[in-house]
């Protein structure tokens, strides 16, 4: 039962790291489309899914990607969102599913 727990949490993890992804991959390529327009593109979204535990994905990949980063409230808050999501799993894979589930 433990196991597939764990297994859950991993996909997860995984699904909403590439969800984050996505999206920060798809912002940017909206925003290179519609460079004449100028359109505002909102970064709720983008801090929503960091989140809910794709913080790590979308972190890396603005640096990858070069985008978004001179954008100070991101650059601010998913530095933290990375360290609540890190804290958070290790408390699922150190104390098991008990902690949180009881």
């Known amino acids: ?30 925003l290179e489309e519609s460079r004449e327009e100028e359109k505002s593109i909102s970064d709720g979204r983008l801090l929503i899914v960091g989140a809910l535990g794709g913080a790590t994905g979308i972190l890396t990949f603005m640096f990858i990607l070069k985008y978004r980063l001179k954008n100070l409230p991101l650059m601010l808050l998913l530095p933290v969102l990375v360290a609540i999501n890190v804290f958070l799993i290790i408390l699922a894979f150190r104390f098991g599913t008990n902690y949180f589930i009881r």
Not at 4 to 29: H, P
């Open 1 to 30: 039962m433990k196991i597939f727990l764990y297994i859950i949490l991993i996909t997860y993890l995984v699904a909403v790291n590439g969800y984050g992804i996505l999206i920060l991959f798809f912002q940017k390529r909206e």
